[in-house]
């Protein structure tokens, strides 16, 4: 079964700092790996996804991610944060199998921007 | 662009009572999916529905539990005799396919709330 874990629950950045969020995952083969956010009071929207191919993945808002393999790793980068950046960003791996779609999240991390 | 909605918004009920979940996929998709959210954890998979019966079920998704499409549209998700637990963010989603390959798009939920 896949698990994913993101080791920080709390972040706090100052806005124009940089950013990267951890992302460690377990599944038997390469995952789809994703990585969402969510507002207060909102959805969850897609930032962007691996699937295969090359290890570093562009997603929206100016979010990229850099799979590794042999650090079983996902984590997500931003080279200067905005306060809209504010927001729980949860990390997520698919499977591969049919008969198994499900989408297994991690607990979330809650980023916070100061000024 | 397509989303996936759900009503309604926030849902009150008290406890032992039945509710229904609405959501409509977006249209060409053919997996669907609820998940739900306890106030302050993790999104957490209850079940997938594909070609009109059940792929998948978490033990969350118990006898309480049971999904339907009851047209060409709608997903629901029904809770029988609703307990304080059940509290929650719904989510419902929708992707083309399964097996991970193609994003899950994510409705703004509804929440739940037993008293």
């Known amino acids: 079964a896949q698990s994913v874990t993101q080791p920080d629950i709390h972040i706090t950045v100052s806005e124009g700092a940089s950013l990267e969020l951890r992302c460690n995952y377990s599944?038997?083969?390469?995952?789809?790996l994703f990585w969402y956010v969510q507002s207060p009071g909102q959805g969850l929207q897609l930032l962007l996804k691996y699937f295969s191919g090359d290890t570093l993945v562009q997603g929206i808002k100016g979010f990229e991610a850099e799979f590794k393999r042999s650090q079983s790793s996902f984590n997500l980068r931003k080279p200067s944060v905005h306060w809209s950046d504010a927001a729980e960003y949860f990390c997520a791996v698919g499977a591969r199998d049919f008969g198994n779609e499900k989408l297994t999240f991690g607990t979330g991390t809650r980023l916070t921007i100061i000024p | 662009e397509p989303e996936v909605t759900q009503t309604p918004s926030h849902q009150v009920t008290q406890m032992g009572q039945e509710v229904i979940l609405r959501c409509v996929p977006i249209s060409n998709h053919l997996y669907f999916y609820w998940y739900r959210q306890i106030l302050g954890q993790k999104v957490e998979f209850l079940v997938s529905f594909y070609n009109n019966e059940i792929s998948e079920k978490s033990e969350i998704f118990d006898d309480q539990f049971s999904v339907e499409r009851p047209d060409g549209s709608n997903f629901t998700l029904k809770i029988r005799s609703t307990k304080l637990e059940d509290s929650a963010m719904y989510f419902c989603?929708?992707?083309?396919?399964?097996?991970?390959?193609?994003?899950?798009?994510f409705g703004p939920g509804t929440r739940l709330t037993v008293t």
């Open positions: 989603a929708s992707s083309l396919t399964g097996t991970g390959r193609y994003e899950q798009y």
């Open positions: 599944y038997g083969a390469t995952p789809y």
